[in-house]
């Protein structure tokens, strides 16, 4: 069961869509009072409204794009600086690019860093205080299965969440026993926008297994309840994860370029 403490609220990135909107629908039957916060003001409203009237308890919606300049300064201000503690962080706003890293625009990996990276630390750090002082929190983190590996054709993603597992391990380590649960989960693929925005044609044979929204996100909030550090949703991915501990470093990312380098790929948004 996730106890937040009395008033406080969980804030859950990239909520308007995917994997963030189905962790906020299973916050809300869990009647856990939150703030929502994406770049689509219209879709945030109306689920906000809906998940108010479905739970009971409050949802805000906050709409801002997180990969602007002072986002995680404003983001706090307008939640534990606005007398409305944080008692569960949930970082999942983030964007992926397919295709050869020299086909991919600096300035969209510039801003895959900040969103996925800078950001994400930058509001930890900012909310983090209050909840070791409260002597009670959560952090959920989304990571990903490329964060066990470097991914050729999806070189600075993979790159960004293998940062997010590093930071979020060494997190739940320094935590444990002070009261704030950090987990990070680790999706493989997810059947999301989050293809369309990277640039990976609808229409690709697509080889790995996929599951739903939902099932990703119940799986982190079961992992978060259970104070788990990982949470890897699929077996399938637990598995090939596991071998390649056995293997040579070098293999894993070869094998990666011979099937990523085979998927179709479309304008990414
Ligand atoms: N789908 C997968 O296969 C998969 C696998 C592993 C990990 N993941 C990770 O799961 C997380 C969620 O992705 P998803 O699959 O749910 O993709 P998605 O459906 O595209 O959702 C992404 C969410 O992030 C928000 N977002 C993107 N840029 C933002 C910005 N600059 N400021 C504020 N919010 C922003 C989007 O909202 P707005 O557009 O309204 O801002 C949306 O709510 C990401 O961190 C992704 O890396 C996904």
Same mark, same amino acid.
């Given at each position: ?186 999706? #493989? ?54 071998? #390649? ?25």
């Amino acid at each position: 069961m996730i106890a937040l403490p009395a008033g406080s609220y969980a804030l859950v990135t990239g909520a308007s869509a995917g994997i963030g909107e189905a962790i906020a629908r299973g916050l809300a039957r869990r009647k856990v009072p939150q703030i929502l916060v994406a770049r689509s003001e219209e879709r945030l409203a109306a689920l906000a409204d809906e998940l108010r009237a479905s739970s009971g308890v409050a949802v805000e919606a906050i709409a801002l794009d997180l990969a602007s300049e002072g986002a995680g300064e404003k983001l706090a201000a307008a939640t534990e600086g606005a007398g409305k503690p944080v008692g569960l962080l949930v970082n999942n706003a983030g964007f992926g690019f397919y295709g050869p890293d020299e086909d991919q625009e600096l300035d969209r990996k510039l801003r895959m860093l900040k969103l996925n990276v800078e950001f994400l630390v930058d509001l930890t750090h900012r909310l983090l205080p209050a909840m070791r002082a409260r002597r009670g929190g959560y952090v959920l983190n989304v990571a990903s299965t490329a964060a066990f590996l470097p991914v050729p054709y999806m070189a600075v993603y993979a790159a960004t969440k293998a940062f997010v597992l590093s930071y979020s391990q060494a997190l739940h380590e320094e935590l444990s026993g002070r009261g704030v649960a950090v987990t990070a989960l680790c999706p #493989g693929t997810t059947r999301t926008d989050f293809h369309r925005v990277a640039g990976l044609a609808s229409g690709a044979k697509n080889p790995f297994p996929s599951l739903s929204p939902e099932t990703v996100a119940e799986a982190g909030l079961r992992g978060l309840e259970r104070g788990k550090a990982i949470v890897v949703p699929n077996l399938l991915d637990s598995v090939w994860i596991f071998t #390649g501990r056995f293997v040579p470093r070098t293999l894993p990312p070869r094998i990666g370029a011979a099937v990523f380098s085979r998927l179709k790929r479309s304008s990414p948004v």
